[in-house]
């Protein structure tokens, strides 16, 4: 995945308004800000992704904001390799999948600057055509090295003090340990390309492990693909159900 990843999370609170977080430093917050910070999730998403990049829900130890941008990988672009892979795990009804890089969409970066990408088997960008709308997954996994950050004491839907809540939020303590929380995001933000609306997931687990999704109706602007969905790509209840697939996850 390219910065790709950065949207996918949210990035550090501090620097809301610009598309350049990383993941480990997004994930690197994660375990202390927890997502509880809504400018640092939707927009470090809208962000990242919008700039090729995916952000990760701060999941950094001891609140260290590390910088990790990811990038495609240019031979998996396509409707080859991972976007087939993907589509299996996904309903078939969902539409057209094909692997992308948000950071050549967005900015029309080449290939030379694009860097390794995650550790999840099916971690990258992709759009989804469905209905004469273009929208996108992206999909994330890091291992944070922490592994109190799945702490179901620590509820990211309870907005901190001063800082608004995540919208729809929905925080999960499932049996073995894991902890799945998804919420909505308006992405009413004024940063370029405007993303359209989009639900988020992401599944903490138990080892410091975490997996996270951005389910986007897709961007506005002249390097959009298409207009946007009138929905994202999967319902919440597909969403929840694509984070607690194994095939996303690195085999240990």
Not at 163 to 182: F, S
Not at 227 to 235: A, R, S
Request: aromatic share 2%; proline share 8%.
């Amino acid at each position: 995945m390219s910065n790709e990843v950065h949207e996918l999370l949210g990035r550090a609170a501090g620097e809301a308004g610009q598309p350049a977080t990383t993941t480990r430093a997004v994930y690197a917050g994660a375990a202390r800000v927890r997502l509880r910070r809504r400018v640092t999730v939707s927009v470090a998403a809208a962000a990242v992704v919008a700039a090729g990049a995916v952000a990760v829900p701060n999941l950094a130890p001891k609140g260290d904001t590390q910088e990790t941008t990811v990038a495609a990988p240019v031979e998996l672009v396509g409707n080859g390799g991972r976007a087939k892979e993907l589509a299996k795990v996904l309903p078939k009804d969902v539409g057209d999948i094909d692997q992308v890089s948000l950071s050549v969409i967005r900015d029309g970066e080449t290939s030379e600057q694009e860097m390794p990408h995650l550790e999840g088997p099916l971690d990258g960008h992709f759009s989804v055509r469905k209905d004469g709308g273009v929208g996108y997954l992206v999909i994330g996994y890091l291992d944070t090295g922490d592994p109190g950050a799945a702490d179901p004491a620590g509820d990211p839907c309870k907005p901190a003090q001063g800082q608004p809540g995540l919208a729809d939020c929905v925080n999960e303590e499932l049996p073995d340990g894991r902890v799945l929380t998804t919420w909505s995001d308006p992405m009413n933000h004024e940063v370029a390309p405007q993303w359209g609306k989009e639900l988020v997931g992401r599944l903490t687990l138990k080892d410091g492990g975490v997996l996270a999704v951005r389910d986007s109706t897709g961007f506005k602007g002249e390097r959009a693909q298409g207009p946007l969905m009138k929905t994202p790509p999967l319902t919440r209840a597909q969403l929840r159900e694509l984070l607690l697939s194994p095939e996303l996850l690195p085999k240990k």
